[in-house]
């Protein structure tokens, strides 16, 4: 086996953390080798094409994994240049200050974080930069303290989205701008780099508008003499020293090839699925249960949101092109009504005829698929799932991934999508239609009653917790691996609990936390 090369560091992915992490360690000089299994999403008419990005799945992975009964899993999930921030919906949001504390739920608790918000706080200032978030503090009740504005303007809402958030208001909540990552000036139109289409929420930007970490934190470095990129590179296993101390080899399959890179410091970021699936595939004599699970936690306790997609169908059409701007969070903590949190309501990006058409959608009566799109509010609700050791990441004989799923912490969607309802039926009267404008809520997919299915990977974390027991965690609060002297891990499998806002704002700040003290490390 030939050795491939040296680095100081090897960074495993090129996603919302492992992107984050090469852009604030590459003006330190240092020799940094990006791995990453993808290509560049080829940039073409399709990528704003609902039939071959939605229907087709055509930038997905073909891979195929299996669920806990032995089932194929199609995981709509990217391998490629810039992680799944390539296809986000780009709403970057702060986990709330009470996230990192200890929550009660309906369901039970959400364990605490190890660091505190005030010690990432400065961090998510410096995603919110880099990344171009587009927002307004102060708005949305349950924002944490900031020390800075955003650095852009809220996204302004289309009208219909404007009268919904009156209406909102009118009942008593406190509707706000959600923050956002594309590179709009609205002042600015022509010299605008997005043009605020509808396909952006899940599809990639053909003209590179939207910040994911690709246009944001890769290509921005890849002029450093210092930094390298191998696309087509797939890391199969990392290799230890004699002692199981650290990580000595990086082992890579690129274009069918084997080779063998090593570094002072090793970090993956490979998503929270991949990067538990690496270390468990790296199971050696020292490591019998896979790389740094002395403690058994590797792939354990699985989250990936309690989620649900709605359509508000209503006889007026919805003529909005950039939906994804009104969040509300009223009840993303306890209220009068309830003991426990419900959860957080926003939206995806508009949906059309041709992506209902693949999700089995039940239909409003007198609707076709296509008009219901055309008349729809489509929004987007999200709510905590807790950390359950049973679900979990581990692999089958031949090494492919197996992800066993239950469902937890429901009963608090359940009522969210009630408060849902009634907020919608208590709606001003329409002026053409009055009370009857209004058709019901409407589920965007029937595979499992209302909820996204299991295959709805996107917001995966938890896989690798980090925490000050090495007896109940995998890294320690640096999110390094309380066993290896020289392995970390950026992406999201260092979550202990979800929260109920998007994550990859946290994974962003994250990386940037990490980058600085493997800076301090490294000097
Ligand atoms: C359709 C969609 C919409 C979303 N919308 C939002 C949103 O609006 N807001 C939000 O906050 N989040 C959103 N998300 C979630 C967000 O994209 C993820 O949370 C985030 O990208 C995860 O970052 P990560 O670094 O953990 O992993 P990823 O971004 O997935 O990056 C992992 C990288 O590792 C590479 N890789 C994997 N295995 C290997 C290997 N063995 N060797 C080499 N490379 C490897 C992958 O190719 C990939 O590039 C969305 C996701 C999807 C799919
Ligand atoms: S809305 Fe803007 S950032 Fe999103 S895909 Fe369209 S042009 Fe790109």
Not at 25 to 49: F, Q
Not at 350 to 368: E, H, N, Q, R, Y
Request: charged share 25%; with cysteine; glycine share 10%.
């Amino acid at each position: 086996m030939t050795m491939n090369g040296h680095f100081d560091v090897i960074i495993i992915g090129t996603g919302a953390g492992g992107g984050t992490l090469a852009n604030r360690l590459a003006d330190s000089g240092k020799r940094i080798l990006l791995l990453e299994r993808g290509d560049y999403v080829p940039r073409e008419k399709d990528n704003w094409d609902p039939r071959p990005v939605n229907l087709e799945g055509k930038y997905q992975t073909k891979e195929v994994w299996r669920d806990r009964d032995g089932k194929p899993l199609h995981p709509h999930t990217n391998y490629n240049v810039g992680g799944n921030t390539k296809f986000y919906g780009a709403a970057l949001f702060r986990l709330r200050e009470h996230d990192f504390g200890e929550v009660r739920h309906n369901g039970g608790l959400s364990p605490a974080w190890p660091i505190s918000y005030d010690e990432l706080e400065p961090y998510y200032t410096q995603s919110e930069r880099l990344y171009h978030v587009h927002g307004e503090r102060g708005i949305d009740p349950t924002d944490p303290p900031a020390s800075a504005p955003y650095p852009h303007p809220a996204v302004s809402h289309e009208p219909r989205i404007r009268d919904l958030a009156e209406d909102f208001a009118a009942q008593g909540l406190r509707p706000f701008p959600v923050p956002l990552g594309i590179l709009l000036d609205e002042k600015n139109p022509r010299a605008s780099r997005c043009i605020r289409c509808s396909t952006c929420d899940g599809f990639p930007c053909l003209v590179s508008a939207k910040s994911d970490a690709q246009v944001c934190a890769v290509d921005p470095i890849l002029d450093r003499g210092n930094v390298t990129l191998l696309t087509r590179a797939k890391a199969e296993k990392l290799l230890t020293d004699g002692l199981g101390r650290r990580v000595d080899r990086v082992v890579v399959e690129r274009d069918g090839a084997r080779e063998e890179y090593s570094a002072d410091v090793v970090v993956s970021s490979c998503g929270a699925i991949n990067s538990a699936a690496l270390l468990l595939r790296s199971a050696n004599d020292q490591h019998p249960n896979g790389l740094a699970n002395g403690s058994g936690v590797v792939g354990r306790h699985y989250m990936g949101h309690v989620n649900s997609v709605l359509m508000a169908v209503s006889k007026c059409p919805n003529p909005t092109v950039f939906q994804k701007t009104l969040g509300v969070n009223d009840y993303y903590v306890p209220t009068k009504e309830w003991d426990y949190p419900m959860g957080h309501i926003s939206f995806v990006g508009k949906l059309d005829g041709v992506t209902l058409s693949g999700g089995a959608p039940a239909i409003a009566p007198g609707f076709t698929l296509e008009l219901m799109a055309k008349h729809s509010l489509d929004f987007w609700l999200t709510s905590e799932d807790l950390p359950d050791p049973e679900n979990r990441v581990s692999l089958d004989a031949q090494g492919n991934i197996v992800l066993s799923y239950a469902p937890n912490n429901e009963e608090g969607h359940k009522r969210l999508i009630q408060k849902l309802k009634g907020l919608m039926q208590a709606q001003r009267k329409c002026q053409v239609h009055g009370h009857e404008c209004h058709q019901g809520l409407f589920s965007r997919n029937l595979f499992v009653g209302q909820r996204i299915p299991l295959a709805g990977v996107a917001h995966q974390c938890g896989t690798l917790r980090f925490g000050h027991d090495p007896r109940t965690s995998v890294l320690d609060t640096n999110c390094k691996a309380h066993e290896l002297d020289n392995l970390y891990v950026v992406d999201a499998s260092f979550f202990p609990s979800s929260g109920a806002v998007n994550p990859a704002l946290t994974i962003m700040a994250n990386a940037l936390r990490v980058g600085d003290h493997l800076l301090e490390r490294m000097r």
